[in-house]
């Protein structure tokens, strides 16, 4: 002991200086954090009324009966295909402000989905799972999800349950684990809450009478194969030079035959710079 602190030999102090540190800090060990008050409350009042009209427009599409049978039912995967405001959310300095730091300045989205938990009704993802699922842990971070409650988080409401640390571990905890070890999520709406993907998490169980939306956003390094092909869908529709279009992965597609990839290097469809 030296000047009343304990003197841990050989390991490094982590220093926290700002919130942003303390919140990677957080990531780091236990696999997520929630930062308050990310969106005001108009905003999220239209994220209902959007998320609302999405989920209605899908169940006419489809049908209720399609959407369970493909386990999807309560799932928008196509916020951001016709509306420019969900294509705006994916570059909100709140989230980048944490996925630059630790998945890296050329993240790509990897899927933005909205999701609208019935009162009362076992939603899909109510079961422990891995959004980024994978029987390895790697040293460097892969994907993070950002998930906006767009509806407040509590038991009551159904917030996500997560089990911490699991990111760090490829073995599957025995269930006893989990259950003795899982956390409930409690977030105010509009809060932005992070984890890894590789966390074991899930949706709770919703006995408020309301629905509890939420969108959930995830990135990853680059060279990894998106959900969707977001690339293909906004082809010849955006700006090729924009940032949307990098962290949509136009800048990361594979070229389409040997033609396409024996053109001047800046002329890549994958370009350079990107990892
Ligand atoms: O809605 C939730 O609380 C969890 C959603 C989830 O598990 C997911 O999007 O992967």
């Given at each position: 002991?030296?000047?009343?602190?304990?003197?841990?030999?050989?390991?490094?102090?982590?220093?926290?200086?700002?919130?942003?540190?303390?919140?990677?800090?957080?990531?780091?060990l236990d696999g997520y954090t929630v930062i308050p008050d990310v969106l005001d409350a108009a905003t999220v009042q239209l994220i209902r009324d959007k998320l609302d009209a999405a989920n209605e427009r899908q169940i006419q599409q489809?049908?209720?009966?399609r959407l369970n049978e493909l386990k999807d039912y309560g799932v928008i995967r196509d916020l951001l295909v016709d509306d420019p405001?969900?294509?705006?959310?994916?570059?909100?300095?709140?989230?980048?402000?944490?996925?630059?730091?630790?998945?890296?300045?050329?993240?790509?989205?990897?899927?933005?989905?909205?999701?609208?938990?019935?009162?009362?009704?076992?939603?899909?993802?109510?079961?422990?799972?891995?959004?980024?699922?994978?029987?390895?842990?790697?040293?460097?971070?892969?994907?993070?999800?950002?998930?906006?409650?767009?509806?407040?988080?509590s038991a009551r409401t159904g917030g996500t349950w997560v089990v911490p640390g699991t990111h760090r571990v490829s073995r599957l905890p025995s269930q006893r684990y989990m259950d003795e070890h899982a956390v409930q999520i409690e977030a105010p709406a509009g809060a932005l809450f992070f984890f890894d993907?590789?966390?074991?998490?899930?949706?709770?169980?919703?006995?408020?009478?309301?629905?509890?939306?939420?969108?959930?956003?995830?990135?990853?390094?680059?060279?990894?194969?998106?959900?969707?092909?977001?690339?293909?869908?906004?082809?010849g529709k955006l700006d090729?030079?924009?940032?949307?279009?990098?962290?949509?992965?136009?800048?990361?597609?594979?070229?389409?035959d040997v033609a396409e990839y024996r053109v001047d290097p800046d002329k890549r469809t994958y370009r350079g710079g990107q990892g």
């Open positions: 002991m030296s000047n009343n602190r304990i003197e841990f030999t050989g390991m490094t102090r982590t220093v926290v200086e700002s919130e942003l540190d303390y919140h990677l800090e957080r990531l780091d489809y049908g209720r009966e405001f969900f294509q705006e959310l994916v570059l909100l300095p709140a989230i980048w402000d944490l996925v630059g730091r630790i998945v890296g300045p050329t993240a790509i989205l990897h899927l933005q989905n909205g999701i609208v938990l019935e009162p009362n009704l076992k939603h899909f993802q109510a079961f422990y799972h891995r959004d980024f699922s994978k029987d390895f842990v790697a040293d460097k971070v892969l994907a993070i999800n950002a998930m906006f409650a767009i509806d407040e988080f993907g590789l966390l074991l998490h899930k949706a709770g169980d919703n006995r408020s009478g309301a629905p509890r939306r939420a969108i959930n956003h995830q990135y990853t390094r680059p060279f990894i194969k998106q959900q969707l092909d977001y690339a293909g869908m906004f082809r090729p030079e924009s940032r949307f279009a990098q962290v949509i992965g136009t800048w990361t597609m594979p070229p389409r």
